[in-house]
């Protein structure tokens, strides 16, 4: 087996406030290998934006890695001073933000800011990079990329501009691509466009894919595996098809249940009772128990980790032997 | 971008216009200039003849035209005190005040963009805590608190610095520096600090505030994550983004800062426009404020009119939205 391109072991993610100190991620573990796409989906505030903040190393104060250790192809990048993490961000690991509009600097041509972009991880010649960033916007699919090269950004649509916030992140293509919520803020008919772009690109240059969504159907289309994230914890992660068909943990059941179908009765949809607790009132036990309609005594004490259930793995203490017998 | 610059020129034009009306006015409401300028034993019939002379006895709207075709001309008549043309006066004191507003100016820019960088980007270290105190007392305590300060310290205690006046000056044509010299210079040094300082906090202020805004953008955070260098996020990024409001602000201040060098001048005695205006104003001299007025409206008009262009070499939105007629 080779190397996974990203591997993150058991990270701690906390931000320090006057109070008291919030464990927004609290112990997760995963891998993502080459071509991989990894779906990561959980409600706001699950902790998926920040896993994906914590791997490029922009976790800004009062937030701080507290604990665990994320590794890049094999090296260890969580602890790297931040002059050589700025050189890994945009040149190994790019990353996509959600809301397009708002991702570029409106006052420089796109042209300029692909061009620095390139020029900052690269040795081109300044005509070298421009010639690059040309073949960034029409792989990304920007019609006559050789004028819209000078356009400022107010002067392209939303999925436009997600191309060239794309285009800006693979600039220097890098092993791993993150994606944080590319698709949110963009027409139902550009997501579709948007999402086979970065599975294209993914597929062709062999990137790694970290795509961070709320959008069960996004994940369905695009993604190899799927985690799904509860309160800074992985409640259960696996293959797309076997979690979307087969899912263990009761939340990933309600999330799955949640998902509307064209067939069947649609009169109203199956919702998951209560809301995911704040961050500074998180129960102790597993976190989803004031919610689950299968808790039992030791959910409320023991902290679920994650146990291997064929291709899945699940955070569930229905599925741990002993629990089970104390469940009947 | 042309049909713009027009439409801005012909409103400019437009406030000139009414600005004039104005200080034409003051002529009318300010009694009788005939008797400003004759002995009390001269006879109703010279006095008739000097009014004729001068144009008075014509219609009011045909005075404003000549007024206003004089004034296009720069002739803004004769001082009552000082018996020349103020034209004249205006030309000669005119240098001193530029020079000194310019370089209050490039004061505050420099210093209060830097110093409003550096208070956004080492928010709590100590010196960030020292310029927001100096900037403190440079937005609350008075011009001329501030300029009999210096005055008080570096004139009266330590005695580095002239406490009034130009020091020797160079003539260049017409306009007479105090730049070339090394008194010009070092009296130049008390009075620009103290019109600056107002504006140099005030700028410093607006740049950090719109930095702080600014770095919290998605675009910023954008940056970061494709490794950009942190010189080039913040001062290639995040600097020209607030450079919209600094400029407005800058722009306007300018106007102010030839306006307001009033008080700056009448403490250090600085010979420029703004002490002739408070001389003026003490001997009722109309012509002088008459003229003052249109000098400081048309500079005011001049630099709205550079403001809105420079806008638009900023910031390319606004190009797009000017290119459109409104």
């Known amino acids: 087996m080779t190397e996974p391109v990203l591997s993150v072991r058991n990270l701690q993610v906390e931000f320090v406030t006057r109070r008291n100190t919030l464990r927004a991620i609290d112990g997760i573990s995963f891998e993502i290998a080459k071509g991989e796409v990894l779906g990561v989906v959980g409600e706001s505030g699950a902790g998926k934006s920040v896993t994906g903040l914590a791997i490029i190393g922009l976790i800004d104060r009062p937030g701080r890695i507290a604990g665990g250790s994320i590794y890049l192809s094999g090296m260890r990048i969580d ?27 409106p006052l420089y041509r796109i042209g300029d800011q692909l061009v620095e972009t390139i020029r900052t991880h690269t040795n ?82 062999g990137t790694a894919v970290m795509l961070v969504t709320h959008d069960m159907g996004v994940i369905a289309e695009t993604s190899d595996r799927v985690a799904v994230m509860y309160s800074g914890r992985i409640a259960e992660i696996g293959p797309v098809r076997d979690v979307v068909q087969n899912p263990l943990h009761p939340y990933a059941k309600g999330l799955m249940g949640a998902i509307p179908t064209l067939v069947g009765d649609a009169a109203r949809l199956v919702q998951i009772p209560g809301s995911m607790p704040r961050l500074s009132a998180i129960p102790p036990g597993c976190a989803f128990n004031p919610r689950c309609a299968f808790a039992f005594d030791r959910c409320r004490i023991e902290r679920p980790e994650p146990i291997r259930r064929g291709t899945q793995a699940v955070a569930c203490h229905l599925y741990d032997a002993a629990g089970k017998e104390s469940a009947a | 971008m042309l049909a713009f610059t027009l439409r801005r020129a012909m409103q400019a034009v437009g406030v000139m216009i009414a600005v004039g009306i104005i200080s034409f006015s003051m002529f009318r409401f300010a009694g009788d200039p005939v008797n400003q300028m004759v002995a009390i034993d001269t006879s109703a019939a010279q006095r008739a003849e000097i009014r004729k002379s001068l144009g008075l006895d014509d219609p009011v709207v045909v005075q404003f035209a000549r007024y206003f075709g004089n004034a296009m001309q720069f002739k803004f008549g004769v001082s009552y005190q000082f018996r020349q043309p103020v034209a004249d006066l205006l030309k000669e004191r005119m240098p001193a005040t530029l020079e000194l507003a310019i370089c209050a100016t490039i004061l505050a820019i420099v210093f209060g963009i830097l110093m409003g960088v550096y208070s956004a980007l080492r928010r709590d270290t100590f010196v960030t805590k020292i310029l927001q105190a100096i900037s403190l007392i440079g937005i609350s305590l008075p011009t001329f608190l501030i300029g009999i300060l210096l005055i008080y310290l570096f004139a009266v205690v330590l005695g580095w610095l002239p406490s009034f006046g130009r020091g020797d000056v160079v003539q260049i044509g017409w306009w007479k520096t105090g730049l070339l010299t090394a008194s010009g ?24 505030a719109e930095m702080l805004e600014v770095l919290r953008t998605d675009y910023i955070r954008f940056a970061r994550a494709r490794g950009l260098t942190t010189s080039a996020i913040h001062f290639g990024h995040a600097l020209k983004n607030t450079l919209v409001p600094v400029i407005t602000v800058t722009g306007l201040q300018f106007g102010s800062v030839i306006a307001f060098a009033i008080i700056t001048e009448s403490v250090f005695q600085w010979p420029g426009m703004g002490l002739l205006f408070v001389q003026a104003v003490q001997n009722v001299d109309i012509p002088i404020m008459a003229a003052y007025l249109l000098m400081v409206s048309l500079i005011f008009v001049t630099i709205n009119l550079v403001v809105d262009i420079l806008y638009t070499v900023v910031d390319p939105r606004l190009r797009a939205t000017i290119s459109r007629p409104a």
């Open chain 1, 124 to 205: 081109l010649s300044e005509q070298g990079a421009r010639k690059r960033a040309i073949d960034l916007l029409a792989e990304v699919g920007i019609p006559a990329p050789d004028k819209r090269i000078d356009a400022y950004p107010h002067e392209f649509s939303g999925g436009m501009r997600q191309r060239v916030v794309i285009a800006l992140a693979i600039c220097a293509e890098p092993e791993l691509i993150i994606a944080d919520e590319p698709t949110t803020a963009l027409d139902v008919s550009v997501q579709a466009q948007i999402i086979s772009l970065i599975k294209r690109l993914g597929r062709d240059h």
């Open chain 1, 79 to 105: 602890d790297l001073p931040p002059q050589e993490m700025r050189r890994i961000r945009g040149k190994r690991i790019g990353m996509i933000f959600q809301d397009p509009l708002t991702s570029l600097n």
């Open chain 2, 185 to 208: 210079l070092k009296a130049l040094i008390m009075p620009s600090i103290t019109l600056g300082l107002f504006q140099m906090t005030l700028i410093m202020r607006l740049v950090r």
